[in-house]
Structure formats: structure tokens, C-alpha cells
């Protein structure tokens, strides 16, 4: 829920603070808010351990933890497991940094202006966040 809101709410304040001041003036009040939002927030919110919230790994109260277990690089190779989370992981990514970065910079090429391409990202933003909302994707399965 944090990354669609922060790209709700960060990409167009980007985009008008590079329009208006630069992309360096950008980088510096991103990184200040960074410093002074984001970071406080993890660390008075984050939960890094389970015990933390009295629960156990996976939410069971009653389970035993038990460690994970190591596989060589060639054994992870070759696994099928690991080549679909490599997919999906470079896929999203990929997807995800194409649109958000490029888009809008395509659009203003184009003669949009800011405005229009930002409303274009949230539009489609928020039709992803609906189709999550309406299709249940079960028949995914590793």
C-alpha cells in the first residue's frame, strides 16, 4: 500500500518540482523528505521480528521456527521456483521504471503538458489498484 501511495503522491510532486526548479532542486527536497518523513516512520512502525507482536513466523502462535535451508548457486539454477521469481521480480521492475520513468517524458515530447501525463499515470494507477480489488488471481501458483 506504501509504494502505490507514495507514487500517487511523490511522482507528481517530482514532476512539478523539476518543471519549476530543476531536477536537482528535486533530488534534495525528495531526499529531505525521505529524512525526515519516511525515515522516522520505519523506525517507530517497523516490526522486524515476530516476537515483536507476540506472534510466531506466519502468524502461528504455536509453530516452531525452523531455520531456512541453504542451497548452492547451481542448485538454485536450476530450479524452476527460482527462475520464475527471477521473472517476475525483472518483469515488475521493468514495467513498473519504464512507465513511471519514461512516460512522462514521452508525453512532454509529445506536447502534453505535466499536468495531463500525471493524471494519465494516476488514472492507470488507480485501474490497477480496482482490477486487484475485483479479479482474485488463485490460479497463479508456483
Known amino acids: 500500500m506504501g509504494m502505490n501511495i507514495g507514487q500517487l503522491i511523490l511522482l507528481p510532486l ?16 525528495l531526499g529531505l523528505i ?5 525515515v522516522p516512520i520505519v523506525l517507530i512502525v517497523v516490526k522486524n521480528n515476530p516476537t515483536d507482536v507476540n506472534q510466531m513466523p506466519d502468524g502461528d502462535s504455536t509453530s516452531l521456527f525452523t531455520a ?20 517476475g521480480f525483472a518483469t515488475c521492475g ?3 521504471y ?4 519514461h512516460l512522462p517524458n514521452f508525453a512532454v515530447d509529445l506536447g502534453y503538458i505535466l499536468l495531463r501525463q500525471i493524471t494519465i499515470l494516476v488514472f492507470a494507477k ?12 488463485d490460479w497463479i501458483k508456483v
Open 14 to 29: 517530482t514532476g512539478f518540482i523539476i518543471a519549476s526548479s530543476g531536477f536537482r532542486s528535486a533530488f534534495v527536497v
Open 34 to 38: 525521505m529524512l525526515v518523513i519516511v
Open 68 to 87: 531456512a535451508t541453504s542451497v548452492s548457486l547451481s542448485e538454485a539454477l536450476r530450479s524452476r521456483e527460482f527462475w520464475i521469481a527471477t521473472l
Open 94 to 96: 521493468f514495467i513498473l
Open 98 to 101: 519504464l512507465v513511471t520513468m
Open 126 to 137: 488507480l485501474l490497477g489498484w480496482q482490477s486487484e480489488r475485483i479479479y482474485q488471481f
